[in-house]
């Protein structure tokens, strides 16, 4: 079984550039987080979806960050235009049964840099 | 919120010796408090959790110690060896009902080096 997919792996652009980072989650887990993962420190939890809905964006920047998951299984997270203190390594996480005490799968990661 | 501190930042054993990383936590709600391994590069991965209702866990080489009174889980890895060096996150989540239901809050991370 295929793990929690994300792409690109890597991105680098400019400041004031937007970027778009893509997740698959593994097949039929129905919650789907977004982290912000900077050098040295834990994850931060940026949006949470059960199926299509997002159930916790408090932490997600909504002037620069958007986030979708239109049909309940791949998601988007978007920033526009970027800032150098949003490079970081941006984690996607999935999980079965809603928001219980189920393990959360997490994906590899996309590292962005912000020039 | 929750806020999870976790200590040391940094861990240096001879292999074969044992490791300690211990998290306090302050939601007095969190009830889930797992532990993820996360090797340079990589994904973290989980290697052990523990729920409220449990003192102790353990899982051949790793356990994991949970102190609900005094809110602190510590994480116990015997006979360590080179592949184990990583940086370990504690995190906890709390129960459901409360604003922060199902978020996973994360310590700041351990960054274990087991030498030969």
Known sequence: ?115 | GENVEQHPSTLSVQEGDSAVIKCTYSDSASNYFPWYKQELGKRPQLIIDIRSNVGEKKDQRIAVTLNKTAKHFSLHITETQPEDSAVYFCAAKPLPGGTSYGKLTFGQGTILTVHP
Request: glycine share 8%; hydrophobic share 35%.
């Open chain 1, 1 to 115: 079984e295929a793990g929690v997919v994300q792409s690109p792996r890597y991105k680098i652009i400019e400041k004031k550039q937007p970027v778009a980072f893509w997740c698959n989650p593994i097949s039929g887990h129905n919650t789907l987080y977004w982290y912000l993962q900077n050098l040295g420190q834990g994850p931060e939890l940026l949006i949470r979806y059960e199926n299509e809905e997002a159930v916790d964006d408090s932490q997600l920047p909504k002037d620069r960050f958007s986030a979708e998951r239109l049909k309940g299984v791949d998601s988007t997270l978007k920033i526009q235009p970027a800032e150098l203190g949003d490079s970081a390594v941006y984690l996607c996480a999935s999980s079965t049964g809603g928001a219980s005490m189920n393990e959360q799968f997490f994906g590899p990661g996309t590292r962005l840099t912000v020039l």
